[in-house]
């Protein structure tokens, strides 16, 4: 089945940059995302990316997608202390119209921002 | 639109009792997720819903857990009977089928079972 995979934590130092890393196995995925989810909050959709583009830039965040080792990445400019969240994975099919869809998380990584 | 409610926020009850937690789609969203989170297991996939059909209920850790959408504003998620470690906090998520198939989330019950 679909697996979704991330390293669980990240630290780094505020001001550096971030990058947090994922892979998934599932060939067919057409939309990769990142969410974000703050302490007692639900997730929230930061970006996502088309599977035929290779990058994605919105102010401070980067997403870069390597289609063929399967690779998600998402960067973060100048960290800040706000940053500090868990970042999740998620990739989906384009929907068949037969009932397949679903989207498929990873487990997570717990970025932590040091002032 | 208010987004994904979900009820109560809190939930505290004792071994055994029965629970159900509630979920409020976003209007005119059609596909209906429930997820479990823990530290040790990170965000799993219970159960989802397209138009009020069950689609995969594989994640229904066992036959204590049930789900049901009667209609399309409103879903359970039904443990009988609970026991510790089904502490966690459960999302509810809902989506409309399209081209980009963001997932809107509720804010969580977050549910102790001592």
């Known amino acids: 089945g679909e697996d979704v995979e991330q390293s669980l934590f990240l630290s780094v130092r505020e001001g550096d940059s971030s990058v947090i890393n994922c892979t998934y196995t599932?060939?067919?995925?057409?939309?990769l995302y990142w969410y974000k989810q703050e302490p007692g909050a639900g997730l929230q959709l930061l970006t996502y990316i088309f599977s035929n583009m290779d990058m994605k830039q919105d102010q401070r965040l980067t997403v870069l997608l390597n289609k063929k080792d399967k690779h998600l990445s998402l960067r973060i400019a100048d960290t800040q202390t706000g940053d500090s969240a868990i970042y999740f994975c998620?990739?989906?099919?384009?929907?068949?119209?037969?009932?397949?869809?679903?989207?498929?998380f990873g487990k997570g990584t717990k970025l932590s921002v040091i002032p | 639109d208010a987004g994904v409610i979900q009820s109560p926020r809190h939930e505290v009850t004792e071994m055994g009792q029965e629970v159900t937690l509630r979920c409020k789609p976003i209007s005119g969203h059609n596909s209906l997720f429930w997820y479990r989170q823990t530290m040790m297991r990170g965000l799993e996939l219970l159960i989802y819903f397209n138009n009020n059909v069950p689609i995969d209920d594989s994640g229904m850790p066992e036959d204590r857990f049930s789900a049901k959408m009667p209609n399309a504003s409103f879903s359970t998620l039904k443990i009988q009977p609970s026991e510790p470690r089904d502490s966690a906090v459960y999302f509810c998520?809902?989506?409309?089928?399209?081209?980009?198939?963001?997932?809107?989330f509720g804010q969580g019950t977050r549910l102790t079972v001592v």
């Open positions: 998520a809902s989506t409309r089928q399209g081209k980009n198939t963001e997932a809107f």
């Open positions: 599932d060939s067919s995925s057409t939309y």
């Open positions: 998620a990739e989906s099919p384009l929907y068949s119209g037969a009932g397949s869809y679903q989207l498929t």
